[in-house]
Structures are given as C-alpha cells and as structure tokens.
C-alpha cells in the first residue's frame, strides 16, 4: 500500500515516533504533513482532515495515518468528506478489528491524551496489528460476507450523503484550504496536472492561482 502519514499541529512532535514504529514494513510511506511544531504553515486537524480526503479521492495514497491529541478532532474531520472510512485507534487490538471488520482507509490516532511512557511502543504494537492481516478477512470469520456487505452499504451512504470533492475544494473557505496547498511538498505530491479528473484538476488550479 501507498501510506500517507499526516500529522497537524498539536501532535506534530509524535511524528519522529510513527516514522520509526513504521520503519521495516513492506508498504509505501509518504511523510507529508507536520513533522514539528516549528513547521509553516500550521496544519490543525480541520486542514489534515480535508488533506488526507484530497489523497484518498485522487488516489495519489492507498491509506492514510492521522490522529491529534484525542484522535477525535481528526475522526471527526476527515468523516466530513467522501470515500474517506476512518477509524479511531487507541489499542492494537482496535487496529486489528478495524481492518479485519472495517476494511477502511484512513485511521485516527490519540497522540497526546493517554500518551506516555512507552507510547512509541503502544505506537508499534498497533502497526503490527493493523498491517498484520489482509484487510476485510472478517471477525469472527463467518461474519465475512456479512460484513463485506456493510462495507459496500456504507460506501453507497457516503456517495449519497456528501458533495463530490470538486464541489467542496470550489466552495471550501480559503483559511482551511490555503494552509493545505500551501504546505512544502504538498503541490509536488499531488502532481495536479497529471490527474485524470477534468473537473478537480479545474478546481484545484482554480484554488492555488
């Protein structure tokens, strides 16, 4: 898988502890959102939860790894959005389930509230059970076809119950979509003039001209 690792502003110093509790895994890493606090401009969880969406729709990443301080404020975020299916991750155990049941793309992690000694291991223990499995096998595993069910309902609600992503990046207030385009790396990572979408290719030269 292509992973993107979003980090925002409050959790920004978290994120030297994910890269190394990912590192000797078998996937694609991009590190694309804050990597210290220090780092302009400042990414809250509004702006990393429309930016992961923006990954996902484009298909620029396969998964994206976010979180803040509760994991909620990034949950909350990124659900606002299309094709985004995120899940809020505080034990390997949760991570385990989550791609066994869920079968999502997007996870949110609690990087300051309940993160103290040994967090960076606690960080670990959830990546080995997330990547440990094929996603969707299903728990217990005759519940699979149940669940595989479920997870294609959802994805109907989703298209039925959100604005297309061209829509929301046209109409989407100019302080939370600004600091996005803004951030070193994000315009080269998104490679806009390759997309094959007429109409976000449009809209996303629209927004940084």
């Known amino acids: 898988m292509r992973i993107a690792i979003i980090n925002e502003v409050s959790a920004a110093d978290k994120n030297r502890d994910i890269m190394s509790a990912l590192e000797g895994r078998d996937h694609e890493f991009f590190n694309i959102g804050m990597k210290t606090k220090e780092d302009r401009p400042e990414l809250t969880y509004i702006n990393t939860g429309l930016l992961a969406a923006i990954l996902l729709n484009l298909k620029r990443v396969d998964f994206v790894i976010g979180g803040c301080g509760t994991g909620q404020g990034f949950?909350?975020?990124?659900?606002?959005?299309?094709?985004?299916?995120?899940?809020?991750?505080?034990?390997?155990?949760?991570?385990?389930?989550?791609?066994?049941?869920?079968?999502?793309?997007?996870i949110s992690l609690a990087l300051n509230q309940g993160y103290g000694w040994a967090g960076e291991i606690n960080l670990r223990y959830i990546f080995d059970r997330l990547f440990s499995d094929r996603f969707g096998s299903g728990y217990p595993p005759e519940r699979k076809d149940s669940q595989a069910e479920s997870r294609k309902v959802l994805a109907n609600i989703s298209q039925i119950s959100h604005q297309k992503l061209d829509y929301i990046i046209e109409n989407i207030d100019n302080s939370i979509i600004r600091p996005v385009l803004d951030f070193p790396g994000i315009l080269d990572f998104l490679d806009i003039d390759n997309l094959d979408d007429p109409a976000l290719k449009k809209v996303l030269n629209s927004r940084i001209s």
Do not use: K, R, T
């Open 75 to 106: 949950l909350n975020s990124v659900m606002q959005y299309p094709e985004v299916f995120c899940g809020h991750i505080v034990s390997a155990l949760d991570a385990w389930l989550f791609g066994q049941i869920n079968a999502g793309n997007c």
